[in-house]
């Protein structure tokens, strides 16, 4: 009895040592062989026995126990019918409100704003338009717009010149709503824009309008003045 429990707490103890070999290996022998994976963020256990995930930043890799094989995709559980990859992404790349530097945004607010919500957009977004306009009939709001010029140069000239604007809310809204150019002379702080690009590169948003609520929820892409109302019901 004595042997047995002495041989179960040695392999308590190996354990962890095993796996941390495991873990180097994997990383010394992916970043030997490809240059992409030099920095690992992250080597754990991947949900399918045998099967390791490897994480550089928020883009996520299976290998083998000595990184021999790689694999880029989806990982299914066809029981659960879950895309655990796509899981495992919106977890990493989960945005909490707070985070959100509201310096960085242009701040309209409506009615009592009590209610909150951000939206990044590019000027030239079509999409971004009908739902700035839709945004219109929507009350006790608050609405953090980070400017994210992703389209090209005109988008990126476009928005210094709204945000360099000695009234960006206006500038904002004369152009999206009503189809007025911004004007006048773009020389100014710009590194809110800079912040914000970087911010998207960090949590992967690609595209625009990309809205976040006050309770984290992401959704990409335009939604219409009904289903903003039902997400700012639900969000504390």
Same mark, same amino acid.
């Given at each position: 009895?004595?042997?047995?429990?002495?041989? /179960?707490?040695?392999?308590?103890?190996?354990? +962890?040592? /095993?796996?941390?070999?495991?873990?180097?290996?994997?990383?010394?022998?992916?970043?030997?062989?490809?240059?992409?994976?030099?920095?690992?963020?992250?080597?754990?256990?991947?949900?399918?026995?045998?099967? *390791?995930?490897?994480?550089?930043?928020?883009?996520?890799?299976?290998? $083998?126990?000595? @990184? $021999? *094989?790689?694999?880029?995709?989806?990982?299914?559980?066809?029981?659960?019918?879950?895309?655990?990859?796509?899981?495992?992404? $919106?977890? /990493?790349?989960?945005?909490?409100?707070?985070?959100?530097?509201?310096? !960085?945004?242009?701040?309209? #607010?409506?009615?009592?704003?009590?209610?909150?919500?951000?939206?990044?957009? $590019?000027?030239?977004? @079509?999409?971004?338009?009908?739902?700035?306009?839709? /945004?219109?009939?929507?009350?006790? #709001?608050? #609405?953090? #717009? *980070?400017?994210?010029?992703?389209?090209?140069?005109?988008?990126?000239?476009?928005?210094r010149q709204i945000w360099c604007?000695?009234?960006?809310?206006?500038?904002?809204?004369?152009?999206?709503?009503?189809?007025?150019?911004?004007?006048?002379? +773009?020389?100014?702080?710009?590194?809110?824009?800079?912040? !914000?690009?970087?911010?998207?590169?960090? *949590?992967?948003?690609?595209?625009?309008?990309?809205?976040?609520?006050?309770?984290?929820?992401?959704? +990409?892409?335009?939604?219409?003045?009904?289903?903003?109302?039902?997400?700012?019901?639900?969000?504390?």
């Amino acid at each position: 009895m004595k042997f047995k429990t002495f041989a /179960l707490a040695a392999l308590a103890l190996a354990l +962890p040592l /095993l796996a941390g070999a495991q873990e180097a290996a994997i990383r010394k022998n992916l970043a030997e062989r490809l240059e992409r994976l030099d920095k690992i963020d992250e080597v754990r256990k991947a949900p399918m026995p045998g099967l *390791y995930e490897v994480r550089v930043g928020a883009d996520i890799f299976y290998t $083998d126990a000595q @990184g $021999d *094989y790689l694999i880029h995709g989806s990982l299914i559980d066809t029981r659960a019918k879950k895309d655990l990859t796509q899981e495992r992404v $919106d977890k /990493l790349t989960a945005i909490k409100f707070d985070d959100l530097d509201p310096k !960085n945004a242009i701040a309209i #607010v409506r009615g009592n704003g009590k209610r909150r919500m951000a939206i990044f957009e $590019d000027p030239n977004c @079509g999409y971004c338009k009908h739902l700035e306009q839709d /945004l219109q009939a929507v009350d006790n #709001v608050t #609405v953090l #717009v *980070y400017l994210l010029p992703v389209l090209g140069a005109d988008s990126l000239a476009k928005t210094r010149q709204i945000w360099c604007a000695p009234d960006r809310t206006k500038a904002w809204l004369d152009w999206m709503v009503h189809g007025t150019a911004p004007a006048g002379n +773009p020389i100014c702080n710009t590194e809110a824009i800079d912040a !914000n690009l970087a911010f998207a590169r960090k *949590y992967r948003i690609t595209g625009t309008p990309a809205i976040v609520f006050a309770d984290g929820t992401r959704v +990409p892409g335009a939604i219409k003045t009904a289903q903003i109302e039902q997400m700012l019901s639900k969000a504390p």
